[in-house]
T-cell receptor, first 113, second 110 residues
């Protein structure tokens, strides 16, 4: 099992460009989340999904869109990149039974110039 | 809406010593989790403790939970250089999503 995979590992964007961060899991989990991690800020929830076709906003959703057409995939779209979106992005697949244990991908480092 | 807050922010110890990190939170929880993050990597789940549990063990890890004080501690015994990482607590209450603290950066010197 690959667990949670994320692509790309690194990306440099110019202000105003759009891009999609890919996330896939092979654990058949219904729940998935996207976080951003900034120095000194811990992890902040961007969007999450409780199943195919169902998504909801987290703490910092502005500037990001998500969709969940399949159980496996949960892409995160940056609509018009801004320097404030420079961060490390983590996708997580969530095992709900007994409490929401999260399995994280390796992350995508994004630099917006 | 940051819930858990780890203390200390940074901790440096010698190999073989024990490391203790604390987490305090503000509202009632269903469970509290600890995660480890090695530099440049994703977070890895270490242990989950439910609100009706007081202590859990996993290998060299010991987690305690005191709901009356709204606090938890993570003890790593006989630390190794490979334990060098950041450690995060995360709390979940009611129908709320998991909320992570800012982490404790542990350095274990060989």
């Amino acid at each position: 099992n690959a667990g949670v995979t994320q692509t790309p590992k690194f990306q440099v964007l110019k202000t105003g460009q759009s891009m999609t961060l890919q996330c896939a899991q092979d654990m058949n989990h219904e729940y998935m989340s996207w976080y951003r991690q900034d120095p000194g800020m811990g992890l902040r929830l961007i969007h999450y999904s409780v199943g195919a076709g169902i998504t909801d906003q987290g703490e910092v959703p502005n500037g990001y869109n998500v969709s969940r057409s399949t159980t496996e995939d949960f892409p995160l779209r940056l609509l018009s990149a801004a320097p404030s979106q420079t961060s490390v992005y983590f996708c997580a697949s969530i095992e709900v039974l007994g409490g929401e244990t999260q399995y994280f991908g390796p992350g995508t480092r994004l630099l917006v110039l | 809406s940051q819930q858990g807050e780890e203390d200390p922010q940074a901790l440096s110890i010698q190999e073989g010593e024990n490391a203790t990190m604390n987490c305090s939170y503000k509202t009632s929880i269903n469970n509290l989790q600890w995660y480890r993050q090695n530099s440049g990597r994703g977070l890895v789940h270490l242990i989950l403790i439910r609100s009706n549990e007081r202590e859990k063990h996993s290998g060299r890890l010991r987690v305690t939970l005191d709901t009356s004080k709204k606090s938890s501690s993570l003890l790593i015994t006989a630390s190794r250089a490979a334990d060098t990482a950041s450690y995060f607590c995360a709390t979940q209450g009611g129908s709320e999503k998991l909320v992570f603290g800012k982490g404790t950066k542990l350095t274990v010197n060989p």
